[in-house]
């Protein structure tokens, strides 16, 4: 089994260098907000009625952050959109956000369009590709990155620019309220954490080896439950599943019970930031968990806040997901059944 200390044995099968990548998250997430601090958007302060997100994979993380983290705030609904189609009642009044790293997704050039027709506001981030002309050509107020930390190039490795970069641009638009303050806090934090975080992703990678990662989360870490979920499909290439508190209680705990012997490993996303009844089923789902002969990962952020909390554990998942890639003898980097699909759908 390849020696998970040694940089030489993990460059064989790790070329794009996803391990230097995951190293400067952190860099890359500073180097967002600064970004989109200079960028020339204008308020739209009480000019919006509802939020349409769209994104496929990676690219939805952001605004699955945001709606996890500052939903609760917003006076208006959101909607994520990972298809091709926007919903009727879009128009206007609408801010449509369109997100693809590469700026080639299909799905989210398709609800361009609709949005340009419905002439509804909107917003884009992306690295370039069409999109970015499309941002152009139409006056869009964009987020257009360089990726320059991003060294693998790999969309999932660019959470710095697509989530944090959204914060940024929800900021300047006057649609959530975070502090420049807020934000520096919990990047200091997590360098001061990244160490730590490594070790514990590294020694508890091994334990998932051969074991079905099932993720639950809630509240404002439901975003990273996600992201979790799907970093362990692409990285580690394994199969996941995800959960949210509350509703898993209402289903998922007689589930538990066959078949028996199953190779489940339950890794809980807590949080001390959690509201009590949460707090509550938390305890209580892990005791069910448990009970049923399964075993558990019980993780606790120890972030003094909801963003200091959301860095840390996405800061975790990559790590603890590149990790068990490399333990599986993967490159991290590359999605050979993901690109099969996309030759095959596009002939």
């Not at 070329?15 to 204008?42: G, H």
Request: proline share 4%.
């Amino acid at each position: 089994m390849i020696d998970l200390n040694n940089l030489e044995e993990i460059k064989k099968i790790d070329p794009a260098d996803t391990y230097k990548t995951t190293s400067l998250a952190n860099e890359q997430a500073k180097a967002a907000w600064e970004q989109v601090k200079n960028l020339d958007i204008p308020s739209l302060k009480g000019q919006v009625k509802s939020v349409i997100f769209c994104g496929m994979g990676a690219s939805i993380y952001g605004a699955l952050v945001l709606k996890a983290i500052k939903g609760d705030t917003l006076p208006f609904p959101i909607e994520v959109i990972s298809d091709y189609h926007l919903p009727t009642y879009a128009d206007e009044s609408t801010l449509v956000v369109l997100t693809s790293y590469s700026g080639t997704t299909e799905e989210v050039l398709s609800c361009a369009q609709e949005a340009k027709g419905k002439k509804t506001k909107m917003l884009v981030l992306t690295k370039g590709g069409p999109l970015a002309e499309f941002a152009r050509e139409n006056n869009v107020p964009a987020y257009i990155f360089d990726g320059k930390f991003n060294l693998s190039s790999t969309p999932r490795l660019g959470n710095g620019y697509t989530v944090i970069g959204l914060l940024g641009l929800f900021k300047k638009l006057e649609i959530i309220d975070i502090s420049d303050e807020e934000m520096k806090k919990a990047f200091d934090y997590l360098d001061t954490q990244l160490e730590d975080i490594k070790h514990e992703a590294l020694k508890e990678s091994e334990i998932f080896v051969n074991r079905i990662p099932i993720v639950i989360a809630a509240e404002h870490l439901a975003g990273n439950g996600q992201i979790l979920r799907n970093q362990f499909n692409e990285t580690s290439k394994a199969f996941s599943a995800l959960y949210l508190v509350p509703d898993l209680n209402h289903h998922l705990m007689e589930g538990l019970q066959f078949p028996k012997d199953s190779k489940l490993y339950f890794l809980v996303l807590n949080s001390h930031l959690y509201s009590p009844k949460i707090k509550k089923r938390m305890e209580l789902t892990v005791e069910v968990i448990k009970q049923n002969g399964h075993e558990v990962i019980n993780s606790f952020p120890m972030g003094k806040t909801k963003i200091e909390e959301f860095l840390e554990t996405l800061t975790y998942g990559s790590w603890l997901t590149l990790y068990l890639g490399l333990r599986y003898n993967q490159n991290p980097a590359i999605n050979p059944w993901v690109d099969w699909f996309k030759a095959q759908l596009s002939k």
